[in-house]
């Protein structure tokens, strides 16, 4: 079984930076993929970001692609989202996600995490 747990989230103002953290605990990540996936009330589940354990080969979403970099630490099975220039349009609970590979594809994913709140306000 595998365990991820999210943390830094928070409310931040319009052009502001988050970092948040994904821990993940349980069975070796080895060959998985590591995703960031966020949901707006009213809105469907939207890929963010995806980053491959192994190669380190990101994947990002047209929304955050050159805003969201995602990086990992191999040593503490962690992987991270760092969010720049954030847009009132990001708030949403966001969720990381392990699968077998980085895709964009939430239905690929085994695990996800609990999501943690994150809020830009004008």
């Known amino acids: 079984q595998v365990q991820l747990v999210e943390s830094g989230g928070g409310l931040v103002q319009a052009g502001g930076t988050l970092r948040l953290s994904c821990a993940a605990a349980?069975?070796?990540?080895?060959?998985?993929?590591m995703g960031w996936f966020r949901q707006a009330p009213g809105k469907e589940r939207e890929f963010v970001a995806a980053?491959?354990?192994?190669?380190?080969?990101?994947y990002y979403g047209d929304s955050v692609r050159g805003r969201f970099p995602i990086s990992r630490d191999n040593a503490k099975n962690t992987v991270y989202l760092q969010m720049n220039n954030l847009k009132l349009e990001d708030t949403a609970v966001y969720y990381c996600?392990?699968?077998?590979?980085?895709?964009?594809?939430?239905?690929?994913?085994?695990?996800w995490g609990q999501g943690t709140q994150v809020t830009v306000s004008s």
């Open positions: 349980g069975r070796t990540f080895s060959g998985r993929g």
């Open positions: 996600a392990a699968g077998r590979v980085a895709t964009t594809m939430p239905q690929e994913y085994n695990y």
């Open positions: 980053i491959s354990w192994i190669s380190g080969r990101t």
